[in-house]
């Protein structure tokens, strides 16, 4: 097990523009060195740098907008690191979106980005970012994936299947890397009030709106578990007692009876 130090490290957030990637930045303020902002929304970003330097004037704060959905943005974005020396220790790969209703009627343009960013994006700036973490034997990562991950879930078919992956995905290089000084932990929360259900809410009457879950916790919650998980280098992290004890009940439930439980709300469809 190789613990990763936080402080003076410098760490790339994807999605830092909203909610739990901008919380990550928040607490990452006063412990990092350098912080590598990534999203699409240029005026929050540069909102939030200014509100992190004041408070913290010894850190650096890199900005790139870019559009984690195209490939060649995400390429792009290693390459401008490398221009600039920019090394990073920690990757948070919390970048993400939802899609809430029946798969059948869902936009071909939105299951794409889904993937595109939920999936590819976060497989490519792993690779990419690598080898120089384990040439350095320093680095950590760190996917956000989701609780959602753990099950299919009707109604938010897409969104569960990225994150199964991202879970998996994680748990296999994690293994993979074992004694390399690079670690990978991945935090699956339940729902947290951010812009995210607005974003997975399809713009149609009667659209569904309610995410899926048992127990809202907080970003600041759930940055504070994921964090406090990197630095012990531990797998899995799920935030909140009652999403950590509804898991642990998944986990133990055999799929018949999961299949009742995927079967969807009236609420949700
Ligand atoms: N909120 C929840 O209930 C919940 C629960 C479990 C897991 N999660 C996961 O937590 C992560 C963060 O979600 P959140 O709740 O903080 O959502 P959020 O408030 O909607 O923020 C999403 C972030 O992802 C960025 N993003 C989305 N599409 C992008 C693209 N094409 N290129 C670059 N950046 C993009 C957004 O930036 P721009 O729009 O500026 O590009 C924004 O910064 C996601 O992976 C999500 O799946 C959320």
């Given at each position: 097990m190789s613990k990763f130090h936080l402080e003076g490290s410098s760490v790339l957030i994807t999605g830092a523009s909203a909610g739990i990637g901008r919380e990550f930045a928040r607490q990452l303020a006063g412990r990092a060195s350098s912080l590598v902002l990534v999203a699409r929304r240029r005026e929050r970003q540069e909102e939030l740098r200014d509100e992190l330097t004041k408070a913290n004037p010894n850190l650096n704060v890199h900005i790139r907008e870019t559009d984690l959905s195209d490939d060649r943005a995400v390429i792009e974005l290693f390459d401008s690191l490398e221009r600039e020396n920019l090394s990073i220790d920690l990757l948070i790969n919390n970048a993400g979106l939802g899609d809430l209703g029946p798969f059948a009627t869902s936009e071909l343009q939105r299951v794409k980005e889904m993937l595109a960013v939920n999936v590819t994006a976060l497989t490519l700036l792993t690779r990419l970012l690598l080898p120089g973490m384990i040439a350095r034997k320093r680095g950590a990562i760190l996917n956000v994936s989701s609780?959602?991950?753990?099950l299919p879930l009707a109604g938010f078919a897409v969104y569960a299947a990225t994150k199964a992956y991202v879970t998996s995905f994680s748990e296999a290089i994690r293994a993979e890397l074992r004694g390399t000084g690079v670690t990978v932990t991945t935090l699956c929360p339940g729902p947290v009030h951010t812009e995210f259900a607005e974003t997975a809410h399809?713009?149609?009457?009667?659209?569904?709106r309610t995410v899926p879950g048992i127990s809202h916790v907080s970003a600041q919650e759930v940055v504070r578990v994921g964090l406090a998980a990197v630095a012990a280098d531990r797998a899995l992290a799920i935030p909140g007692f009652v999403m950590k004890l509804g898991m642990a009940l998944v986990r133990i439930t055999p799929t018949s009876i999961l299949r009742l439980a995927a079967r969807p709300s009236s609420k949700q469809l």
């Open positions: 609780s959602a991950g753990f399809r713009q149609v009457a009667g659209a569904p």
